[in-house]
């Protein structure tokens, strides 16, 4: 969907935009310098946004970042009370462009308890071989899920914990041990007791792949619960965890999982 169309020669800023961008809908002045469109993600502009017209506008902050030659920006603005969170996107940043498009518009609840995150991600920045993926995680309420896309593994059996450190200067040596808050022994992701990083094995096809969602009600995206992983790591092991079945001597601490081979920082997603 189009929204306006205009052309210039001058780079605005994503305030610029999205400051154009909201006097268009609220009838008012309207500067012609720049083209705006929405992206698949934005179907509909929603009621709510419609329907707050000719009020003030107060631009909190923006951010702004690049990935895959895209270039990202957040802007979080104020009309009246409410709080509202804009997603831009603009294509081919190495050319100066004025073609941005809307992502997304989400009004910001104020009750809203801001330390609970709804979305976290981790991408697997420090491994062997080909290895490569990244894991999202999202908050239910209850449980999180956890969505597992890797390739690059060996077929077969590999165990997935979250470890209690976030720092990988030694690459996955230094994210320590098991997440372990409780104290309590190693064991398999559905046992009574258990780490809770101990999120049992993924299992990789012929191809070394894996895409699976897995759901946990042990770990959390809250921040003030002691079993939050914000922060914290996750590491892939060589082997399958044995879930403290084993005879091994480590099967009780780490379920005889073998090598780190694979392993990134859990963060608050975009």
Known sequence: MKTNIHRSSSLLSPIDIVNTAFT???NTSLSNDFILYTTPNFKNIPEWFTSIK????IVLKDSMWVSNDLLY?????KIDNNL???NLIRTSVSKRTNVWFIDSITKINLTKDFTVINHAVCVLTTCEDDINGNIHFYNNDDSVSMNINISGLKPG???IHIHECGDLTDKCNSACAHFNPTNQLHGGKKDSERHTGDLGNITADKYGNVNKTITDNMISLDMK??????????????DED???????LDSHTTGH??????CGVIGISR
Not at 225 to 236: A, D, E, K
């Open 24 to 26: 268009k809908y609220f």
């Open 54 to 57: 000719n009020k003030n506008i």
């Open 73 to 77: 920006s957040r802007v979080d603005i």
């Open 84 to 86: 509202y969170r804009v």
């Open 157 to 159: 059996k590999h165990a």
């Open 225 to 238: 619960n002691i079993n939050c992983i914000i922060g914290r790591s996750v590491v892939i092991h060589e």
């Open 242 to 248: 044995d879930n403290r079945s084993g005879k091994f």
């Open 257 to 262: 999982a073998g090598k780190r081979i694979a």
